[in-house]
Nanobody, 131 residues
Framework: LLQASGGGLVQPGGSLRLSCEAP????????IGWFRQAPGKEREGVAC????????YSADSVKGRFTISRDNAKNMVYLQMNSLNTEDTAVYYC??????????????????????????WGTGTLVTVSS
């Protein structure tokens, strides 16, 4: 359903832009989140966005460095990551919820802090921050 791309190896202080797409599926109207999981750590929410893009949330650990956005005309959701540091190394996933679910009308801050509430997960993309 969802495909994440754009990961790679980057030096500390560098930038990457992750993309989330859903071939054959219209993302407009669905709340979308970016989550990450580092080795040996629990999955965590990074940033989430409402179905129309009017509401966003970023975790404290990435606030001011990462920006989530969406282009419903292109059926894409993005995560612009700047000032990357080694602690950002992880597999990054985009995820969404069923359109008619209560999660799809929750505040994105709530959604982002409960990865277990997400219904559909995409393939992950590895981000490695290293010198």
């Amino acid at each position: 359903l969802l495909q994440a791309s754009g990961g790679g190896l980057v030096q500390p202080g560098g930038s990457l832009r992750l993309s989330c797409e859903a071939p054959g599926f219209i993302l407009a109207g669905y709340q979308i989140g970016w989550f990450r999981q580092a080795p040996g750590k629990e999955r965590e929410g990074v940033a989430c966005i409402s179905g129309d893009g009017s509401e966003t949330y970023s975790a404290d650990s990435v606030k001011g460095r990462f920006t989530i956005s969406r282009d419903n005309a292109k059926n894409m959701v993005y995560l612009q990551m700047n000032s990357l540091n080694t602690e950002d190394t992880a597999v990054y996933y985009c995820a969404t919820v069923r359109r008619t679910s209560t999660q799809n009308s929750q505040a994105v801050s709530v959604l982002c802090n409960n990865y277990r509430a997400m219904h559909y997960w995409g393939t992950g993309t590895l981000v490695t921050v290293s010198s």
